[in-house]
């Protein structure tokens, strides 16, 4: 096929043209601030796999090289955590899904039916957004330990379930404080999205004579899919990574049904000091729930866009 | 009944008595107070006054799933995540007295009578617009409920489709039988498909009554300037010793007219277009001109097809002021910048008062243009 030389050279002269002093600098800035973002996380990944005498010798953004490079870290932050991925999955997928479907409930009602009161009401969720967990941990350890005992009175429960034991009870207050406080953010959420629905979906509903709650079953829950996927990865993120509560609730880090929160910092600590690259390898680890979750939802989100549309 | 939002009152003292199986349209411009009215019947807004009885009983404070009523929207509203069949179906859900399989059934039914039966297992958004309107119809048929309410369900389709389903909406309430209430802002649909119709602005009932006696004996000059396409001429003028002048015509005022119209002296003359008569200017110009004839100069012509819309001024008035429009036979050729003869039969001329806009006079019905039974 003939084609012409011409066709062939480089344009030089167009590309310096296109490209300006600021359009330079604004490149180098997004590189510099990417570089800055992601150096601690290679870092992480890095050190992960090298033995001590590597993390000691080597620059830390360095991968490791041959004799460095070891599985062991890796192991042994996997063996340490096992117990606890079972007790922080437990724990927060019930949690999550608790606080996610009583948020969309309470969102429905607020902003899809009317009633006398409703502003009060919606005041009081936003006051519990606002809520700082700091301020409510010694009446809730209070209260879980002394004047409302759940756990104790589940234990039985639990000891007769396949599966769970019965340390895996203490683990329910906390499930429990986790969905109470959680249910705020999920309203607000859901009554944004709400708020943007149709009032005519509901109006046909009522005339087709279906009742306020078979609306929501029916109607307005089917069509929240997308906005479950979202308020589903962020709650899930928000419990499992959450630490003041389980701190306060679990007795420790050494308790059979510790979380991955509480053991992470006792992970590679020893009277030698701490030893770097298990704790990465323990922080890497403790991350997948969270990336498999995003992963999963995420894709079920976006489907239930085109579906939508 | 009155409906108050805060200051604002959507409808005010509204009287309606709506005898079983009739097409009512409630008809008026935007922000008239008709769909409050509907949502008003349907129980989606309760009003802030009076009494809705619907089959004799007391409907105030019964929720719109108790008033076996079926409503069809403007934007259809169709549930997005079911198939037609099972947004159908959803209202049959509470009905009692069905079988799961006459349910079934019943759908099938009302499917294969709107021509939709294809469509029974596709989404809602996968079809067009009349096809969704057809499913929202479908809907509120199944129910076999006691009255249909429609908030202007054909706004949204094009001028082809609109004429189409503005037939079959009254094939279909005729097969039914079932009262209807029918809001609009447009006035054909309004002439072409009711039984009565219920003139409304800002909140009042300006009049109810049947197509053509709104046309022919309107009551005021907003039901007389809103029925008819094109809308009625309108010249506002004084009345003194039995002729009407106005800036640029006089018209002499015959005896019923007179005897009608009394001593009011601030008057607004109407007349409909179909009634002014054109013809050639005579070689005499405007010198043998009788009493209800003047000389018009053709600013534009509007070509329909089947007919001509002439709109005229008066020579002298240069800056348009006060035009009227004709409408001749699509075959009667009429040239912009003609002068023609304009003739206005009194028996065809409204007069209004100007300051209430109460009609005074209406057009006489006996001359040989009256309205033939047949």
Known sequence: MASSSSDQTFDVASLVEDYSLYRISQYVLVIL???????PLETGIMTAFKTNRAVAETIPLMPPLAEGFTLDN?????NALSGAFFNSLFMAIPATIGSVLFGSMAAYGLTMVDWRGQLGVLVLFLIGIFLPYQAVLVPLARFWNNIFPLASMVEPLFVALPILQGY????????????????????ILFRSYYQGLPTSYVEAAKIDGASITKIYRRIILPISKPMFGVVFIYQFTQIYNEFLFAFTLITGSDTPEAVVTLILPAVGASTSGVDFG???????????????????????????????? | MTKRFGDTTAVEDLSLDIPDSEFLVLVGPSGCGKSTTLRCIAGLESPTEGSIYIGGEHMNYRVPQNRDIAMVFQDYALYPHMTVRENIRFGLEEESGYTSEERDARVEE??????????????????SGGQQQRVALGRAIVRDPEVFLMDEPLSNLDAELRAEMRTELQQLQNRFDVTTVYVTHNQTEAMTMSDRIAVLNKGKLQQVGEPLELYHAPE???????????????????????????????YPFDTGIRDDVGDT?????????????????????????????????????????????????????????????AL????????????VVVSVDPDTVHIFDMATGEALHNRRLESEVEVRNV
């Open chain 1, 74 to 78: 890796m192991m042994f932050a996997f």
């Open chain 1, 278 to 309: 298990i704790r990465m390898s323990a922080a890497f680890l403790a991350a997948l729930p969270t990336l498999i979750i995003y992963v999963a939802f995420a894709e079920q989100f976006a489907e239930g866009l085109k579906t939508d549309a």
């Open chain 2, 110 to 127: 009302i499917a294969d009578l709107l021509g939709i039966s294809s469509m029974l297992d596709r989404n809602p958004g996968e079809l």
């Open chain 2, 220 to 250: 005021n000059r907003f039901v007389a300037g809103f029925i008819g396409e094109p809308s009625m001429n309108f010249v506002e003028g004084r009345h003194q010793n039995g002729t009407f002048t106005s800036e640029y015509f006089q």
């Open chain 2, 265 to 325: 002296s601030d008057v607004v003359l109407g007349v409909r277009p179909e009634d002014i008569n054109l013809k050639r200017l005579p070689e005499g110009g405007s010198s043998g001109l009788a009493d209800h004839e003047f000389r018009m100069t053709v600013s534009v012509v509007e070509p329909h097809g089947d007919r001509n819309v002439v709109h005229l001024r008066h020579p002298e008035d240069a800056s348009e002021s006060e035009t009227i429009h």
């Open chain 1, 168 to 187: 895996h009870a203490n683990l329910v207050p906390l499930m429990i404080t986790h969905i109470a406080y959680g249910i705020p953010i999920c309203t």
């Open chain 2, 328 to 339: 001749t036979a699509g075959t009667t050729v009429v040239d912009a910048g003609t002068d």
């Open chain 1, 33 to 39: 601030f990417i570089g800055f973002f992601l150096a």
